[in-house]
């Protein structure tokens, strides 16, 4: 973890450049118009053989050239998604001006130039980094994608910001087995997004097209949570798929459909009863809200997963603010 704000001022910028051209995977030079001003962060996390950063930074430029690469070269593929601000990343003659949810895919063995942020602006994003063989597509079709936007706001696509949002907000939830899992579910993330630009979709495990299925299935039930009509035959149906071939995409998950979706429900209800701004709101309109039109029946289900009924979470959790309130 790297925070320049836990550094003296004068010392900040010279610590990141030096971090960015000693430590990293691929080391890079850094030029910065106000250094006395620059602010940094990095966050990092192996996820096996997959590495992922968040990254803010103030407006500064990045370059590796070929000396550099012929001193050091691991042989990766980069792809940074942009989550705020704008970035320009530069290889093989191209260059990507990166809006906030896309993604750009460089590579570590090519001269390669980045500008984070402009005029005063800074950057938020994600950085990932993976071994060039953990694509399952030919080397020479993915460096076509090199320096080009793909866009994190539809499809395949989609999936990436928001599950790299989450990924480094619970950092340290995950052992190292859940990280090595989730390691292989970002490469397939990216694979599956590659190969639909590529038009190379034949050439994906079938597991791979699985589990990417299931992420988007996941991401539409989270999106219709609220809607009543919700089932597994509209989910199938917004798919593309049988309602068999969905229940069976569902049994690595220890649960069935209708499970899943109504452990997702009560959790947004349990957030919502220990949230101080919703506490005027009656118990039944979070219920409904959340896809549970009849109160007993949402009593029994929230009572058999919390232990407790809702009433009781709700005052609880009031109680514990006002002993913290007068602690």
């Not at 250094?35 to 990254?55: E, T």
């Not at 859940?178 to 050439?203: E, I, K, N, P």
Request: hydrophobic fraction near 40%; charge should be neutral; charged fraction near 25%.
């Amino acid at each position: 973890m790297i925070h320049t704000d836990d550094l003296p001022v004068e010392e900040r910028f010279d610590f990141w450049r030096d971090h960015l051209f000693r430590q990293v995977v691929a080391p890079m030079r850094i030029a910065c118009d106000d250094p006395a001003g620059f602010r940094g962060s990095i966050d990092s996390m192996d996820l096996g053989a997959v590495h992922v950063s968040a990254v803010e930074a103030s407006p500064c430029g990045a370059y590796r050239t070929s000396r550099m690469i012929r001193q050091s070269d691991p042989e990766m593929f980069q792809v940074a998604v942009n989550l705020r601000g704008e970035t320009s990343i530069t290889q093989d003659r191209r260059c990507a001006l990166s809006h906030p949810s896309d993604l750009v895919l460089y590579h570590t063995s090519r001269p390669h130039q980045i500008q984070t942020g402009f005029g005063r602006n800074a950057t938020h994003g994600v950085m990932v980094v993976f071994p060039a063989q953990l694509l399952p597509l030919p080397a020479r079709k993915v460096e076509r994608l090199t320096a080009t936007p793909l866009s994190g706001r539809e499809g395949i696509g989609a999936l990436i910001p928001e599950f790299l949002t989450r990924l480094v907000d619970g950092a340290d939830q995950y052992g190292p087995a859940d990280r090595s899992r989730l390691g292989g579910v970002l490469t397939d993330l990216l694979t599956a997004l590659l190969a639909h630009r590529l038009d190379a979709d034949a050439a994906l495990q079938p597991t791979t097209r699985q589990r990417v299925l299931l992420l988007r299935v996941h991401e539409f039930i989270q999106r219709h949570l609220t809607d009543p009509d919700l089932s597994p035959a509209t989910i199938a149906a917004a798919h593309g798929i049988s309602v068999r071939t969905l229940h069976r995409l569902f049994q690595t998950e220890d649960a069935t459909v209708a499970e899943w979706i109504r452990a997702q429900r009560l959790e947004h209800c349990r957030r919502d009863l220990s949230d101080p701004a919703l506490g005027d709101r009656p118990i039944h309109a979070v219920a409904t809200r959340w896809g549970f039109p009849a109160p007993a029946h949402f009593t029994r289900a929230f009572s058999a997963a919390y232990g407790v009924t809702p009433q009781e979470y709700r005052s609880r959790h009031d109680l514990d603010r006002i002993l913290d309130w007068h602690a």
